[in-house]
Every structure is written in structure tokens, then in C-alpha cells.
């Protein structure tokens, strides 16, 4: 079985059993079945991947502005002073579902979720390690990926350009 099919969130989108708020071709927005606080939006992409690294560059990118979006849709029904925008990455992380998706929390002065962390103390020697080795493992970002026409569409503009030729040449027969 793969792990589509033993998927709660794929059954949900499928089926259309949840409380949707927004969706497109790749991605949909939803109440959270499980909600942290009122209002606690989930937004995932149609297709199945469990972590974030399993995500294309493109994807990403789209599901980033629909989030910002219903962020920004979040201030305005809620009347929220702030969102907070969370992705719980991996069983350690706190990721309790094997869809990977994006939290969005309407925030509110003295709403009384916690979200705060003291900062921890780190010695120069440690903070430049970790600066250097992480650098090095960035310098290769840049090259992203880039989504794939699909063949139906690039159909659709031949089909479409043989139309106009027809037209054409229709036309170009009617002159004496
Ligand atoms: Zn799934």
C-alpha cells in the first residue's frame, strides 16, 4: 500500500469531507480537523509528501503565497493582531500527520497559547563552527526547480495554433 492510501489528510482531500476555505489545482486550505485554537487553518498540497524536503521548489513557492494570502484573510476575519505560521517538520518536530502541511494560528493579545522560548547562551568557538559548516552546506542553493509543462496543456496551444492556421488559411482561400 503506499503511503497515499494510508493517508487521514489524502482521504479528507479526496473525499472533500473537510471544511475547505480555499483550494486550486495544487493546493488546498482548510480548517484544521484537530484545531490548536479557533480558527487554526491548514494548508497542504493536493499531492502526497510527508516532510518538506520531499517538496519541489515550485510548490513550495506556490503553497507560500497561498499561505501568506489566507494569512493575511486570517487578520481581517479574525481581527488577529498577529498569525503565527508553522510547519512542524518530522516526528521530532512535533509532525503528528504524514501529509505535510503548513499551520496558520490567528493571534490575539492574551489569547494564552504559548509560543515563547528563552535564548540560550553559545560560545563564540561554537556559533562560528556551526556558521561555517552551515554556510558551506548553502553555498550550493540557487538552482531551483522548476515545474514541468504539462503534455495536455502543450496539446491544448497545438490544438489551438492549428485552429488559427485553419482560420487563416480558410481566409487566405476566400481571396480570388
Ligand atoms: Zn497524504
Not at 86 to 107: D, E, S, Y
Not at 152 to 175: F, G
Request: with cysteine; net charge negative; glycine share 4%.
Amino acid at each position: 500500500m503506499s503511503q497515499e492510501n494510508n493517508c487521514e489528510f489524502c482521504d479528507i482531500i479526496k473525499s472533500k469531507k473537510g471544511k475547505v476555505i480555499f483550494e486550486d489545482e495544487k493546493s488546498v486550505a482548510m480548517l484544521s480537523p484537530r484545531p490548536f485554537c479557533h480558527g487554526h487553518i491548514i494548508v497542504m498540497p493536493k499531492q502526497h509528501f510527508t516532510i518538506i524536503e520531499q517538496v519541489p521548489d515550485y510548490l513550495m513557492a506556490h503553497l507560500s503565497k497561498i499561505v501568506n494570502k489566507i494569512s493575511i484573510a486570517v487578520f481581517e476575519v479574525f481581527q488577529a493582531t498577529g498569525t503565527n505560521i508553522l510547519i512542524n517538520n518530522g516526528i521530532n518536530a512535533g509532525q503528528k500527520t504524514n501529509h505535510f502541511m503548513v499551520n496558520i494560528l490567528p493571534r490575539k493579545e492574551n489569547d494564552g497559547l504559548d509560543f515563547q522560548w528563552n535564548s540560550k547562551q553559545f560560545n563564540e568557538e561554537q556559533m562560528s563552527t556551526i556558521e561555517i559548516k552551515l554556510k558551506e552546506e548553502c553555498s550550493g542553493i540557487g538552482d531551483f526547480e522548476k515545474e514541468n509543462r504539462k503534455p495536455i496543456n502543450a496539446d491544448k496551444e497545438i490544438q489551438k495554433i492549428d485552429k488559427e492556421e485553419n482560420y487563416l488559411v480558410k481566409q487566405l482561400n476566400r481571396i480570388p
